[in-house]
């Protein structure tokens, strides 16, 4: 059996909630996932794994606390996916990267303002993934 995408952060949750309340929470992700435009491709783990195989950076990595640019933009791009293309919350988002929800919110502002001024390296990156994986409403 594979392990569902929420499962590294239910350690975190046992700290806040107690289990009732993380299998409904768990069940509203589950359903999220399956309800988001009938694909696959909005499910953050799938989704994860793709813009690391598109820009060939490490997942640990990704996912962990590196401040490299490389590995910051990437995880503003997937923030800014998810944010505009699911009906995941700020909060729903951090748990999957196992993340504050501050930290999504930093990662949304300077992903636009990166745009905004026509930050090459990230505007390059945005390319690939688009390319790559078609999505809609990047850039707005």
């Known amino acids: 059996m594979t392990r569902p995408f929420w499962t590294p952060t239910a350690k975190f949750l046992t700290l806040f909630f107690n289990d009732m309340e993380i ?10 996932m399956i309800g988001m435009s009938g694909c696959d491709i909005m499910n953050p783990d799938y989704l994860t794994n793709r813009v690391c195989d598109i820009l060939k950076l490490d997942k640990t990595v990704l996912l962990g606390k590196s401040k490299l640019s490389d590995y910051t933009e990437a995880r503003f791009i997937l923030f800014k996916i998810l944010r505009q293309n699911t009906k995941l919350s700020l909060k729903q988002i951090a748990a999957v990267y196992n ?5 999504v919110i930093y990662g949304l502002t300077e992903f636009d303002n990166l745009v905004f001024s026509k930050y090459q390296p990230l505007l390059d990156k ?6 790559c994986l078609s999505i809609p409403n990047l850039y707005n």
Request: glycine share 0%.
């Open 126 to 131: 945005l390319k690939k993934v688009n390319e």
């Open 99 to 103: 993340m504050d929800h501050s930290t």
């Open 23 to 32: 299998a409904l929470y768990q069940k509203e992700l589950e359903l999220m």
